[in-house]
């Protein structure tokens, strides 16, 4: 399995496979078969994809840690890039065919409603991930610092989650809304668990070294847990 | 081609008598292919019908023109395609295409209608006889969804205040309540706590009464498909739609100001009155502009919403004095 993720050809399969929801509403577009109300059903068609490109990029590293394939880890950037790239399209459903593109209608509308805050507030949070999103990035930044701004994709997956939570808030409509919530409970809950275990094991192997030291080091030993992995 | 045809154009009052005389000739026609099919068999009963095969397949519900002040607008009625395929009743799930593909299980015969409560007359009303309860007239209402959305739909029915009148509301009447069938077995949404069920919603007495606020029994020349409320529901153009109760089985007349379902679900986005008013938002979207399914191409910017869905110098004087932001 890792082989065939590390094959030359996966990176530009993903990369056109993650188009497909975007043709798919383009050809339904063109084709007039989006329903009686063809703005509602691209704006909703594109937010749908940025919830599951979120959780797919989440899905990374607890997937490459369950099975071992480690060459997943390639394909999570692109991964993340599409969640940004469909959160644009949101954004320019959201302002082109609700609010016929006029500025100030848009400036006022978003602090105005909490739904559409959240979900904007979201979209500018993944603006400097996305710009820092290539290698030279990261080496400019440094490895730690670059992980550390990149764990902001937690706030984010949660702010999307708020935003359509409370956009189905009106129909009382959770259905949907709970699977997503459940997938992200569960890749957010993973890494608590890994990070209390990783924490749990320092700690361990702290004591272990305790034991074979003098006492007198005792009060400087709250040794920081270690950051965890790269994959976070 | 959807993005670039441009689909809104206003219909001077001469274009858009043309629609209208094409399916009222073809429902002529079939009012009088029905009329002798019923010397042989009883009235068929409604059903769900697919909204891309059109008008046609319901038994007609032939009417005149209505003469009430503000029940004809000019403006092109919305395709039969969309009016019967995207609408909301929960009852049948809360995916607007949900009524289109669930109702067709819905039984609509026999069907009775219990009105009770604070009325001299109350009794138990069978479909047949509210039909012919008083002659049925075409309106063509806008309709604005709370949801932003909007339409144009040619009702059969006729007003309210018939029955009302026929049942006598003693003095204690203040409003009416009407309850929507809740069959678990015939209607899936039920399954789900988006509401409470049954369904319902109220007006006050002078709003039942008023001319506009239609008991409707059909659409498009034709008895009501069951995903738009067959058998009857009410249709009150200057209030946002949920206001409309479809398929309804009860009428209570009360003294007391009834909480009706989305009042209960969500009490601070969802008032009693429920107008139409581009001034008081929905906590979670403006109410100032709406979108009229159809009409408006994708990327045209979205109509204005009127003060009571245009129906203000119909129903203004209702209002009268009321803060219209505090009673919402």
Known sequence: MNALLSHRATKPLLFVLALLPLAQLVYRALTDSLGANPAEALSRGSGDWVLRFLCLTLAVTPARQWTGWNALARLRRMLG??????GVLHFLCY??????FVPADIVRDIPKRPFVLAGFAALMLMLPLAATSFNRAIKAMGGLRWRRLHRLVYLIVVLALLHFYWMRAGKHDFAEVGVYAAIVAVLLGWRIYAAWRARASATARRDAAHAKQPVALHVTARARPSPPSAGT | MHLIRDRCFTPSPGESVTPRSVYAQRRDFLSRAAALAALAAPWPASAAVDPAAGPGRLPPLPASRSEVNGALTMEKPTAYQDVTGYNNFYEFGTDKADPARRAGGLKTRPWTVVVEGEVKHRGTWDIDALLKLAAM???????RCVEGWSMVIPWVGYSLAELVRRVEPTGNARFVQFETLADAKQMPGLRSSVLDWPYVEALRLDEAMHPLTLLAFGLYGEVLPNQNGAPLRLVVPWKYGFKSAKSIQRIRFVAKQPTTSWEAAAPSEYGFYSNVNPKVDHPRWS???????????????KRPTLPFNGYEAQVGQLYAGMDLAKFY
């Open chain 1, 95 to 100: 302002a082109w065919l609700d609010m016929g």
């Open chain 2, 287 to 301: 109410q100032a502009t709406e979108r009229r399914i159809g009409e408006d191409g994708l990327f045209k910017k």
């Open chain 2, 137 to 143: 007239e075409e309106r063509i209402y806008r309709l």
């Open chain 1, 81 to 86: 890039l599409y969640a940004f790239f469909y």
